[in-house]
């Protein structure tokens, strides 16, 4: 199956001149690339299992050793790695380096308890400001442009990600960060930013404000490089007509480095995978199987050049394609499609990881019962999110005081334990539908 041909192709009136970051790895022969694979991972395998105890056990555990994989070809005797493996040996247990050898922690969006964190070595963060650069020369980025980043600064990957891709391109830099819209275009206006690099809905938000503003006549944007979040091609449509750009996907997440995993190039269809770090399986996530390339699956990488933090064969639970179709831009490098949903309960809102384990942590130690429905939706292109919470007889009340002084209360925990505000409504005893089998928990409206 060619997932390609499915996503329907956005307009295209101009050709910009796009360009290679590291053209001999961009556009490898299938041979040298399978070499550079299979070298690197028994590598990795190594430095795995010689570092990291957990690891080494795990390994154990299933009756391999580092010298039973020759190559690509062994990598199913390894096992899977899964978030709850790295929330089990929180913080230090999957670092691979000595701490005095990393440079840089990084983490991932969310608040539960326990996140996730990354560690990176000064080569790791090289590389994955390589990564990053492709992503950039791809969508035509040089040293003449203006790359405008309003992805998040801090633990969160998008925005350190970009800013030393954009560097290493040679490119002017403006290191926004998120929020203050306002702000955001005047830099862009007065100081002419060409490539727009942050989630795609603010992109769209971003794209209604300067019309509100009335100086869509002033910026100067070419390109926009957008991720971290599902968004659909009629997104991709409506932000490229609003804003008279280009507008590409880019795909990532902290444990395996960042953003810049993969990247779209002028073709639109799919990302390009750079495969010579980050080598890519799909399973059947019931049952851990390999599918051929063309299944849909769950979407599993082994990080093959990384120092501090090599995770291997680890389960990204996003649900997607993989295809070696030929590119019309020329690169070899394997395609993924845009992911499709996941195969474990997480939502992204916003930009910020939601597990709806999280909100009935909040209720229960609140004094609620479970019965709570998320629901989640994408207006003018931004997420909505309600919680809505059934009290119990005891707890009803017809004071609306009382009622919204409840609300506030838990809107504040739920604050707290997520990172971002849902709107909390307290609803009637039963009157949240029961189900006969497993409680729908979530109702997610977004069309992506
Ligand atoms: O979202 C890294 C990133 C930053 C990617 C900037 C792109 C741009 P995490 O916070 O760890 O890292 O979230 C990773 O986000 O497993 C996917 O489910 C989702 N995701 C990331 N990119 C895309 C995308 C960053 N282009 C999780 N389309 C991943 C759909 C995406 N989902």
Redesign the pocket.
């Known amino acids: 199956m060619n997932f390609a041909r499915s996503l329907s192709k956005a307009v295209k009136e101009e050709v910009i001149a796009l360009g290679y970051y590291q053209e001999d790895m961009e556009r490898a022969s299938r041979e040298t690339m399978r070499k550079l694979q299979d070298e690197r991972l028994v590598k990795t395998v190594k430095h795995a299992y010689d570092n990291i105890p957990y690891y080494r056990e795990k390994m154990k555990e299933k009756g391999v050793e580092p010298g039973d994989v020759r190559g690509t070809e062994d990598i199913r005797k390894l096992p899977f790695l899964s978030k709850e493996d790295l929330r089990e040996s929180y913080p230090y247990g999957f670092l691979a380096k000595p701490l005095s050898e990393c440079v840089r922690i990084q983490?991932?969006?969310?608040t539960t308890g326990k996140r996730?964190v990354a560690f990176y070595t000064q080569n790791d963060i090289e590389l994955w400001e390589e990564c990053c650069a492709r992503a950039i020369a791809a969508v035509g980025g040089t040293k003449e442009d203006v790359v405008h980043v309003c992805?998040g600064y801090g633990l969160?990957?998008?925005?350190p990600?970009?800013n030393g891709g954009s560097h290493k391109v040679g490119s002017l830099t403006l290191p926004m960060s998120s929020g203050n819209s306002e702000r955001q275009i005047q830099f862009m206006t007065d100081l002419g930013s060409t490539i727009l690099?942050c989630?795609?809905s603010y992109a769209a938000f971003l794209a209604e404000s300067i019309h509100s503003m009335g100086v869509r006549d002033k910026i100067k944007l070419k390109a926009g490089?957008?991720?971290?979040?599902?968004?659909s091609e009629e997104m991709r449509r409506d932000i490229e007509r609003n804003l008279g750009i280009r507008a590409y996907?880019?795909?990532?997440?902290?444990?395996?480095s960042?953003?810049?995993?993969?990247f779209e190039c002028e073709e639109q269809m799919g990302?390009h995978i750079n495969e010579d770090h980050f080598f890519p399986e799909i399973i059947d996530p019931e049952t851990g199987e390999p599918l051929p390339f063309g299944e849909k699956g769950e979407?599993v990488f082994s990080c093959i050049t990384k120092e501090a933090f090599p995770l291997l064969r680890y389960r990204?639970?996003?649900i997607c394609v993989l295809s070696r179709d030929e590119c019309s831009c020329g690169r070899t490098l394997v395609k993924m499609s845009?992911?499709m949903g996941?195969s474990d309960d997480?939502l992204?809102i916003r930009?910020?990881?939601v597990f709806p384990s999280q909100i009935e942590t909040v209720l229960m130690n609140a004094g609620y019962p479970a019965n709570y429905q998320i629901i989640v939706d994408r207006v003018k292109h931004t997420d909505t999110f309600e919680v809505q919470v059934e009290m119990t007889p005891e707890m009803f009340s017809d004071e609306v005081r009382e009622l919204s002084e409840r609300e506030d209360e838990l809107l504040m925990s739920m604050r707290n334990m997520l990172g971002i505000s849902p709107r909390v409504t307290l609803v009637n005893p039963r009157s949240i539908a029961r189900s006969e089998g497993k409680a729908v928990r979530v109702i997610d409206k977004r069309k992506?």
Do not use: H, Q
Request: net charge negative; with cysteine; hydrophobic share 35%.
């Open positions: 983490s991932t969006s969310g996730v992805y969160f990957t998008g925005g990600g970009l690099c989630t795609p490089i957008f991720g971290a979040e599902a968004w996907d880019i795909y990532g997440l902290t444990e395996i960042g953003p810049g995993v993969s990302m979407l990204t639970r996003d845009k992911p996941r997480m992204i930009g910020v990881n992506v």
